[in-house]
C-alpha cells in the first residue's frame, strides 16, 4: 500500500508564494506517475500539475508560469513551488500517485491552501 503525506499548506496573502510537499512510501518514482489535484469548495477536484515517472511535466492552463512541479527521486519526495498565489488557487491539495505497472491511484489527505488578505 503505497502512503503519500502532504506537508506545507496554510495561509498566504495574494501575490505570496507556497511550497508543498508530498512524501510517498514507495521504492522509486521512477515507476509512479505523480501530481497534484486541488478541490476548492462546491467544485470537483481538478488537476494542478503532474510529473511522470520519466519526469515530463504538464500544468492546468490556469497555473501555468506560476506553479513548478518537481521531484527528489532518491527522496521519493515531489515538490509543488506555488508563486504570485491568487484567491482562487484556494483549495484543499492533494498529492497522487498512480502506477505506471498497475495503474492503481493513491491519494494523499490533503492540505489546505488558503489564499487571502
Known amino acids: 500500500q503505497v502512503q503519500l503525506v502532504e506537508s506545507g499548506g496554510g495561509l498566504v496573502q495574494p501575490g505570496g508564494s507556497l511550497r508543498l510537499s508530498c512524501t510517498a512510501s514507495?521504492?522509486?518514482?521512477?515507476?509512479?506517475?505523480m501530481g497534484w489535484y486541488r478541490q476548492a469548495p462546491g467544485k470537483q477536484r481538478e488537476l494542478v500539475a503532474r510529473?511522470?515517472?520519466?519526469?515530463?511535466?504538464n500544468y492546468a492552463d490556469s497555473v501555468k508560469g506560476r506553479f513548478t512541479i518537481s521531484r527528489d527521486v532518491a527522496k521519493t519526495l515531489v515538490s509543488l513551488q506555488m508563486n504570485n498565489l491568487k484567491p482562487a488557487d484556494t483549495a484543499v491539495y492533494y498529492c497522487?500517485?498512480?502506477?505506471?505497472?498497475?495503474?492503481?491511484?493513491?491519494w494523499g489527505k490533503g492540505t489546505l491552501v488558503t489564499v487571502s488578505s
Open positions: 510529473i511522470s515517472s520519466g519526469g515530463t511535466t
Open positions: 514507495v521504492l522509486s518514482l521512477n515507476v509512479y506517475d
Open positions: 497522487n500517485a498512480q502506477s505506471v505497472i498497475t495503474a492503481i491511484n493513491y
